[in-house]
């Protein structure tokens, strides 16, 4: 009588194989997959909004974060905080505003789109400044002089720093005697590039800005803080930013020793 073989024959074996090399093959899809979810997630996108007098202060301070937390994967851009603000209201994708007027931050609660409280990270200032002239032996009343005939300032209408230029200006008695003198920059850095770059004899721009080495080479005039409303800069973690740990973890950064050393360095008041 014929007896079946127990011994598995090739068929059975390479079938086995088959079975085997599929369950590993799923077993380190499964294991990419988390890999590639979890460096998603330790890299993923943090989108900042900065006001632009920021742009050199911010810059150094995400480098200091990013010493700390290598895998930080962060992107800002700087402009006026009116405009940032109509395009966080109309969806742009922004995680964290950084605005120069906390109305802003504020605005953005009122409108639901905010995950944390508008909180204050520092106090600004303005000054005069010049690429041609001694801007550090003038005043606000020269700004009405003749030898005067091009003054470069923010927009008023949706930069914090442009309106507080305006403020000190009327405040000093001499707008009026300036209209026919201004040129409108989009934002406080534009005012500072349209002065250096020989748009404008002089600017009211930011004292931050004022001290980036390639400005602090002339010197300015820093006008009195009594002449126009504060500066009262503020920032809030957005709706969006609110689901992003990273967003947080850096929201916390800035109330830090290191990040306030390099804002009073920049000419930033600090709250209490």
Partial sequence: MTTSSETPTQSDRSASSARRFRGLRRMLGCLA?????????????????????????LDEIIELYRSENPEANLQVVYGSSGKMTTQIINGAPYDLFFSADISFPEKLKDEGLTATEPAVYAIGRIVLWSNTLDAGALTLVDLASDSITRIAIAQPAHAPYGLRAQEAMQAAGVWEAVQRKLVFAENIAHAAQMTQSGAA????????????????????????????????????????????????????????????????????????
Wanted: no cysteine; glycine share 6%.
């Fill in 201 to 272: 004899q002089v600017g009211i721009i930011a004292l931050s800005l004022a001290r980036f080495p390639d400005l602090a080479t002339h010197d300015h005039h820093l006008i009195d803080d009594s002449l126009h409303n504060p500066l009262t800069q503020g920032f809030v973690v957005t709706r969006r930013g609110g689901n992003k740990p990273d967003a947080l973890k850096f929201a916390e950064f800035m109330a830090t020793e290191p990040a306030h050393a390099v804002m009073r360095r920049y000419g930033f008041v600090m709250p209490e």
């Fill in 33 to 57: 997959l988390l890999t590639l979810t979890g460096l998603a997630q330790a890299t993923e996108l943090v989108r900042i909004a900065a006001a632009a007098d920021l742009r050199y202060a």
